[in-house]
């Protein structure tokens, strides 16, 4: 167990919807990274949160938009859902930016 | 920028065979390199790490060396296992502007045959 909640596990909608995936960091861990797994793109860095701050952006779409918390949670909203963006989105966490502990994932899938 | 590159797979091995998955690397400065580990419907874990120059990372018998000459961290076991299965990513950390910038290759998918 890597400390590191996503939830939910799995999650099917429609195209068009909009969804929210939560992730709980390791206690103490300040850093909040997503992103996104596909069969064919591999892990795609998505975006990066620092104590409640955005720090890096990666490869995240204008449809997808994400905040930290004052308690250190996270939330990557994806909105207006195509079929392409059906893929396992994991969340990692670290201390200052270092190794990552990876969530277990959420896989979306969209019809 | 910074990148890492792995060779693609899918690599199949039978079980006891030697693995080696190769990992280049370029950055600007001086990156620490890791392995990642990924079974099946789980999330990544970190496999081993080094931090400098000629550092060997080992654990559950895999290891491999940081060599800067050659900007490589090429992965190795001796004597593969079913459960061995898994994609395998190699990244690097580099600090960037106060804060430490990871950077995953795009993985390769090992499958070990009984």
């Known amino acids: 167990d890597s400390g590191v909640t996503q939830t939910p596990k799995h999650l099917i909608t429609a195209t068009g919807q909009r969804v929210t995936l939560r992730c709980s960091p390791r206690?103490?861990?300040?850093?909040v990274y997503w992103y996104q797994q596909s069969l064919d793109q591999g892990l795609q860095f998505l975006i990066q949160?620092?104590?409640?701050?955005?720090?890096a952006k990666g490869n995240i779409l204008e449809r997808f938009s994400a905040q930290q918390f004052p308690d250190l949670h996270s939330e990557l909203n994806l909105s207006s859902l195509e079929l392409g963006d059906s893929a396992l989105y994991f969340c990692?966490?670290?201390?200052?930016?270092?190794?990552?502990?990876f969530g277990a994932g959420t896989r979306l899938s969209v019809l | 920028g910074d990148s890492v590159t792995q060779m693609e797979g899918p690599v199949t091995l039978s079980e006891e065979a030697f693995l080696t998955i190769n990992c280049t690397y370029t950055?600007?400065?001086?990156?620490?390199l890791f392995w990642y580990v990924q079974y099946p419907g789980e999330g990544l874990q970190l496999l081993l790490k080094?931090?400098?120059?000629?550092d060997k990372g080992s654990n559950k018998g895999f290891e491999a060396t940081y060599r800067k000459e050659t900007t490589s961290f090429h992965l190795e076991k001796g004597s593969v296992q079913v459960s061995d299965s898994a994609v395998y990513f190699c990244?690097?950390?580099?600090?960037?502007?106060?804060?430490?910038?990871?950077?995953f290759g795009t993985g390769t998918k090992l499958q070990v045959i009984p």
């Open positions: 990692a966490s670290s201390v200052t930016g270092g190794i990552q502990y």
């Open positions: 206690s103490g861990d300040l850093s």
């Open positions: 949160y620092y104590n409640g701050e955005e720090r």
């Open positions: 950055a600007t400065g001086y990156p620490s």
């Open positions: 080094a931090t400098k120059a000629d």
């Open positions: 990244a690097l950390i580099l600090n960037s502007g106060g804060y430490q910038k990871v950077t």
